[in-house]
């Protein structure tokens, strides 16, 4: 099988770690970065800014010339945040050839219109193939080889399939699915439970009230999953319970060291990019467009804004009206 030519739009922790892991997988994968530093670190086996001490694949290719990363290219991941990916695309869909699967990999919902990214994606792209990879999976993990699971969706189940053939490695197992909106709607949702998870544990409200959190988190997230058309069985997946039980359990978490911060009452400067933070808000209103209850999501959202305390919040998800679980 000859290898594919595959390019990485984004030269963040993740784009770095899943290029490392496409090269691991034997493909020819060029990174294209904003910054020439990093397209320069990326050549020589390093991303210093945001993989410090990780050493990558040597034979990578890191270059900030467009043109050059995609010309001739057979795959397209997108890894730039999910606020960014208009943006990207707005710049660089011309240049990606028609036809070519593009995979988006960022986790979100873009906040300025409530759109999932492959609608975002598909505003720009009209003849490629859309995908998603999402599932528990660190970026420091995956660029240092550790074993590593994860789930690429798209509309074509045989090309999904055919992608995590591609992808995969003795490190990287990827599994396939054709329900690209529920791998999306989980990906996107797991950061506002995470930064739930991280205020629970920054207040201190104990490891019960963290586990009634998540549990009815999840019920949130397949409920408006299931509002979206997504099939139960994916948020059941990787891209759902699993994704949760990652970042809804560790500091590693970006979006649950946000939530601690919160909860500890610490500044929230300077802190990496937590995704949830941009996602809360919309998410809460997709739901209550949807007519779907959320009542977590918009807790973490109104936190999110200061219209509520973590204590207030919590006083009222405990005095809601009582009902049976399954409602
Ligand atoms: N880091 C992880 O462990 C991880 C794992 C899975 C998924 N993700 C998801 O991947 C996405 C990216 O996360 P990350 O960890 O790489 O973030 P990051 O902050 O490490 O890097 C973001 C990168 O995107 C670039 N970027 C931002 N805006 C851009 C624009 N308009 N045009 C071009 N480049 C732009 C930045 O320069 C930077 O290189 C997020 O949605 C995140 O949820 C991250
Ligand atoms: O560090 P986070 O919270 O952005 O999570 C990274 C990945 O999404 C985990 O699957």
């Known amino acids: 099988m000859n290898p594919w030519r595959i390019t990485v739009l984004g030269g963040g922790a993740w784009g770095t770690a899943l290029a490392a892991a496409l090269r691991r997988a034997s493909q020819q994968v060029t990174l294209w970065a904003r910054d020439t530093e990093t397209a320069k670190a990326i050549s020589i086996g390093e991303n210093p800014r945001y993989l410090p001490g990780i050493r990558l694949p040597g034979d990578i290719v890191g270059t900030t010339d467009s043109a050059h990363a995609l010309d001739g290219t057979d795959c397209v991941l997108i890894v730039v945040p999910a606020q960014s990916l208009r943006d990207t695309l707005d710049g660089l869909a011309f240049r990606i050839p028609p036809h070519v699967p593009v995979v988006l990999c960022a986790k979100g919902i873009e906040r300025s219109t409530g759109l999932l990214l492959s609608d975002v994606a598909r505003e720009h792209l009209q003849g490629n193939p859309l995908a998603a990879l999402?599932?528990?999976s660190f970026a420091t993990d995956v660029a240092r080889g550790l074993p590593t699971a994860v789930v690429v969706a798209g509309e074509d189940e045989s090309l999904a399939a055919l992608m995590a053939l591609r992808f995969s490695s003795e490190t990287f197992r990827c599994y396939s699915s054709d329900d690209l909106t529920g791998v999306e709607?989980?990906?996107?949702l797991k950061n506002v439970f995470a930064i739930a998870a991280g205020a629970v544990t920054g207040a201190n409200l104990g490891a019960s009230a963290q586990a009634a959190m998540v549990t009815r988190g999840f019920v949130e997230l397949r409920r408006i999953a299931a509002a979206f058309g997504a099939r139960p069985e994916t948020l059941m997946g990787l891209s759902g319970l699993g994704d949760l039980m990652l970042t809804c359990s560790t500091v590693q978490s970006r979006?649950?060291?946000?939530?601690?911060?919160?909860?500890?009452?610490?500044?929230?400067?300077?802190?990496?990019l937590a995704e949830g933070v941009a996602t809360a808000g919309i998410a809460a209103k997709v739901a209550a467009d949807h007519g779907v209850e959320a009542p977590i999501i918009s807790a973490v959202a109104q936190i999110l804004k200061r219209t509520v305390t973590i204590q207030e919040a919590v006083q009222q998800l405990m005095n809601r009206p009582l009902k049976t679980e399954s409602e």
């Open 134 to 136: 999402s599932g528990p």
């Open 185 to 188: 709607i989980g990906g996107a």
């Open 255 to 272: 979006n649950f060291a946000y939530g601690l911060a919160l909860g500890r009452g610490e500044s929230l400067d300077n802190l990496p």
